[in-house]
């Protein structure tokens, strides 16, 4: 069984930066992608950015050149670090884990609220 762990949501004020990290822990599996979904009250979940182990990254239009992606392989971590950030990026994040085989996990979700 696989466990998400996220942390570093936050308020925080337009224009300002957060960094999500997500730990994936478990036994006997490995990881293919990582990512970030976000879901704002009212709204569908979407994706943020998504990182295969070999490190293609996806990114959603909205965060692309203020969102950044990166993982550490060897910790099964990922991080979100967001910046320039408005309040169309208030949301619940959620860490995506899909393994190689099986299906995929998701985090318990972490509120991220841009307001001044």
């Known amino acids: 069984q696989v466990q998400l762990v996220e942390s570093g949501g936050g308020l925080v004020q337009p224009g300002g930066s957060l960094r999500l990290s997500c730990l994936a822990s478990g036994s006997h599996f490995n990881i293919d992608v990582m990512g970030w979904y976000r879901q704002a009250p009212g709204k569908q979940r979407e994706l943020v950015a998504s990182?295969?182990?070999?490190?293609?990254?996806n990114y959603a239009d909205s965060v692309k050149g203020r969102f950044t992606i990166s993982r550490d392989n060897a910790k099964n971590t990922v991080y979100l670090q967001m910046n320039s950030l408005k309040p169309e990026d208030t949301a619940v994040y959620y860490c995506?884990?899909?393994?190689?085989?099986?299906?995929?996990?998701w985090g318990q979700g972490t509120q991220v609220t841009v307001s001044s």
């Open positions: 990182m295969y182990r070999g490190g293609s990254t």
């Open positions: 995506n884990v899909v393994p190689y085989k099986g299906s995929a996990y």
